[in-house]
């Protein structure tokens, strides 16, 4: 009797890429990739605004932005970014030769592109297991190995493969961070508006989160220091301390405006 043989199609994994990637595929050891140059910004990141920052990276990223919370689903999860600009697709932390600028913290979301962790969805249902891929433009046949001819990492992928993994760590750390202050009810609604002197169009950026000063100041000594023991109240006070940067962005529009052509001094008041 002749064996029977199955005919049905292979299941497809479903991978969606993460904020501001396009089109990901499972990084492969037979892959070349075009790695960016030094702080050579890809052009996704040269518009990008806000970009996400991590647990670890928190307090040195609030020295140079603005830090808030966005929630994508009605305030019931959140995640803290960091603001590069005022008004949509404006990085104001890129400079003319395409660089993040030298002065300013590169948050480790673009210090890891084009690569990324992800899960997959197969038959609708998300693995537990998280893949490293790759942007699929970033695949060229003119890039570099990562893997030698033996299969072995290259030594630059091994480092590239430690800040995905620390990342992604990191981004678990993130999340629950995020479930206390939320659990807390800790996050309040606000805009920041500024109203130029020159009578042009007023600046606004909605949509965001900060931690409530009042509530938090309302919280019982023990819930306090339980916050401090686990670095969570530390990173609240950079966050809201972070939040007078929005006047440093003011002063890179300016810096901007002024020396792409602008004859008056961009005298924006923070309302």
């Known amino acids: 009797m002749a064996e029977s ?29 075009a790695l960016p140059k030094s ?20 307090v040195t990223a609030s ?5 808030v919370f966005i929630s ?28 993040w600028d030298r002065r300013t913290y590169l948050p480790a979301y673009v210090r890891r592109y084009p690569f990324c962790m992800t899960r997959v969805s197969v038959d609708g249902q998300e693995r537990p297991e998280r893949v490293a891929c790759v942007e699929k433009n970033a695949l060229s046949d003119k890039g570099e190995a990562l893997f030698n001819s033996k299969g072995d990492a290259t030594p630059e992928w ?7 993994f620390e990342y992604e760590a990191d981004l678990a750390r993130t999340d629950e961070f995020c479930k206390v202050l939320a659990l807390l009810n800790l996050f309040e609604p606000f805009a920041m508006q500024a109203t130029p002197a020159d009578g042009g169009e007023p600046l606004a950026l909605t949509g965001m989160f900060r931690v409530s000063e009042q509530k938090l100041a309302e919280l019982d000594p023990a819930r ?40 008056k001094p961009d005298k924006s008041k923070l309302n």
């Open 5 to 33: 043989r199955s005919t049905k199609a292979p299941t497809p994994m479903q991978i969606n890429p993460p904020y501001g990637f396009q089109e990901i595929v499972p990084l492969e050891k037979k892959h070349k990739v």
């Open 39 to 58: 702080r050579t910004l890809p052009t996704v990141f040269r518009t990008m605004n806000p970009i996400p920052v991590s647990f670890v990276e928190f």
């Open 63 to 67: 020295r140079d932005y603005p830090v």
């Open 158 to 164: 091994e480092s590239l493969q430690k800040l995905l």
């Open 224 to 263: 306090l220091k339980e916050m401090t023991a686990n670095g969570i109240l530390a990173r609240v006070y950079a966050h809201l301390m972070s939040l007078d940067n929005f006047r440093r962005l003011l002063d890179r529009r300016a810096a901007y405006a002024k020396k792409s052509g602008g004859d």
């Open 72 to 99: 994508g689903d009605g305030a019931k999860t959140f995640m803290p970014m960091a603001v590069l600009g005022l008004a949509q697709q404006q990085n104001l932390f890129v400079l003319g030769d395409n660089t």
